[in-house]
């Protein structure tokens, strides 16, 4: 486990880092990015932060990914809908 801030997380598994690096490529494929990119690095690090909060389906995973705008180097974050929790099961 890691603790940050005051909050502990469990470490993400081999299971986990393989199918969140799947869900990653995919999207890269489809945007034409490279995977080292920095769009590609911010959506990842958003990628874990959903994971974190609970979302562990890759296709739920991969539909807020395919939400996000990518605007040159930088990503925006979907918009959250009205009543939508912050956390989700997968």
């Known amino acids: 486990?890691?603790?940050h801030s005051g909050i502990t997380?469990?470490?993400?598994?081999?299971?986990?880092?393989t199918m969140l690096r799947a869900v990653l490529r995919q999207w890269c494929r489809e945007k034409s990015c490279g995977i080292g990119s920095p769009a590609a690095q911010h959506v990842a690090r958003e990628l874990v932060?959903?994971?974190e909060c609970g979302i562990r389906n890759p296709h739920k995973l991969a539909g807020l990914m395919r939400h996000m705008h990518v605007d040159g180097p930088t990503v925006?974050?979907?918009?959250?809908?009205a009543g939508q929790s912050g956390r989700q099961d997968g």
Do not use: G, N, V, Y
Not at 9 to 17: F, G, M, N, R, T
Not at 76 to 81: C, D, E, I, W, Y
């Open 9 to 17: 997380k469990p470490a993400l598994q081999p299971e986990d880092i």
């Open 76 to 81: 925006s974050r979907p918009a959250a809908k």
């Open 1 to 3: 486990m890691t603790q």
């Open 49 to 51: 932060s959903w994971f």
